[in-house]
């Protein structure tokens, strides 16, 4: 149960109304908030299990670094990047071909890699 201080009520589910979100730490636990802790460890707002999560569940959801959000798509100009489930400016060493918003370790659909800008193309 979490403590809802919206309506001053114990909930199983934090409200989308107002955007509360589930929050359990050694020193609070089960709250709603409205802002996911950054300090000491960065949590992402989950918005369909309405929780505060450290890392978004896999393989279809990412961290988005910029909104402190779990997300199924990256924000613009950002590749989902499956190693870590997180959202990157670029892609990492294992993963380093980007296509269509996600990195590869090959390219996908017969695509070649540009070893220069290491896109599929």
Do not use: E, G, L
């Given at each position: 149960?979490?403590?809802?201080?919206s309506t001053m009520?114990?909930?199983?589910k934090c409200p989308s109304n107002p955007d509360y979100f589930a929050y359990n730490h050694s020193t609070l636990k089960g709250l709603c908030v409205l802002l996911c802790p950054i300090v000491p460890v960065k949590y992402y707002r989950h918005n369909l299990t309405r929780e505060c999560v450290t890392g978004c569940p896999g393989?279809?959801?990412?961290?988005?670094?910029v909104n402190l959000v779990c997300v199924t798509e990256c924000p613009p100009y950002y590749y989902a990047e499956v190693i870590g489930q997180i959202c990157v400016l670029n892609c990492s060493a294992n993963n380093k071909y980007a296509y269509n918003?996600?990195?590869?370790?090959?390219c996908p659909n017969n695509l070649n890699a540009d070893p220069t800008t290491f896109q599929c193309v």
């Open positions: 149960m979490y403590a809802d201080n009520q114990c909930v199983s393989p279809n959801y990412f961290r988005d670094t918003v996600s990195c590869y370790t090959t």
